[in-house]
């Protein structure tokens, strides 16, 4: 099974911007961000600075392994790791009842984001876009047109993407 180059260009596109923005989230602030990982209580606390180190690392090798070539099956299999890991730390503390936490993954700049299940399903998507830019990519040239729509979805996702952090800070209506 192959995937067309296009789609292939523009969910590696996306993800590596979007890692890069949250890598560059977690390093305005890194003391707040360790303190998030600590607040998810899967590791000790002492752990939290060099875990988040590791993440941090991790999202933007991943980023840029995503626009070599050579290398963007690995860093597509590495990027759905990353989104699993992070689904399951969700995970782990939504069956917890620790849905009060900050998920660490806004880019609002302050909002706190909390464990959602919507939380789970966008790093499912994440993590099922980043499987498609592993498949090999089909053999067909790009042209122009294929440049532009490569743009126009980047973009397009990224807007998307942006109203659904927007929608994700609005407090919960009171029934």
Known sequence: MTIDPAISYSFG?????LLVAGAAHKLRRPS???EILSNYRIAPEVLSPVIGAIAIAAELAIAVGLLIPAIRSIAACAGAGLFAVYGGAIALNIARGRTAIDCGCSFGGGREGRLTPWLLARNGALALAALAVALPVGARALGWVDGATIIIFV????ALYAAFE?????PAREA
Do not use: N, P, S, Y
Request: glycine share 12%; proline share 0%.
């Open 13 to 17: 596109i996306g993800l590596a911007a």
């Open 32 to 34: 707040a961000f360790f």
């Open 155 to 158: 973009a397009g996702a990224a």
């Open 166 to 170: 927007a929608l994700m800070a609005l």
